[in-house]
């Protein structure tokens, strides 16, 4: 099948994009990497000893920068319906993290320790119908959202990738009402057309579970 001249260009852009040149040097496993560093440095978001879940976690980029940085007493879990290249000291439950039996399994996994952060870089395969493509990415936001509303520890955090569009603001608002501070971070390597955003949830208002998922 003969590519269009929107999968030509996207394709042009991203062999000369220079994180993904950085990523393949360094030995990153997505250019996403960048994005959770950046981050991550700026909002002193990991620390050694963190208990992390990365949701939607495939290919493992965010899972691989988590790891690295929560040290040998951390724990990082990655969950994603999509399988996973094994990665050192990542925990992977393949399937879907709402479904009862991948809870029960992280929840195995965690035993008694709480969670401390959880990440979000989910975004729904691409259909080209902006309406309905926005749709699908803001809900999962919410799922995620949702799932660490739950299982987060209080004054635990939460980052999400996010799309601006319908829904927006008020999933920006729904935030809001979970943690005591809502910052909106665009990293330099979230490229400049794409309207997606992260919002960094701090400080859990609501108490969840305060380790094992339940």
Known sequence: MKRSKTSQQWMKEHVNDVYVKRARAEGYRSRASYKLLEIAQRDKLLRPGMTVVDLGATPGGWSQVA????????????????????????TFFQGDFREAAVEAQLSAALGTRPIDLVLSDMSPNISGIALSDQARAMHLTELALEFAV?????????????????????????????FEKVSTRKPEASRGRSNELYLLGSKSRKKGSGGAPG
Do not use: T, W
């Open 67 to 90: 790891r690295a940085q929560v040290g040998p007493h951390g724990r990082v879990y990655a969950l994603d319906i999509l399988e996973m290249e094994p990665l050192p000291g990542v």
């Open 150 to 178: 739950n299982h987060l520890k209080p004054g635990g955090a939460f980052l999400v990738k996010v799309f601006q569009g319908s829904g927006f603001q008020e999933f920006f608002k729904e935030m809001q009402g979970c």
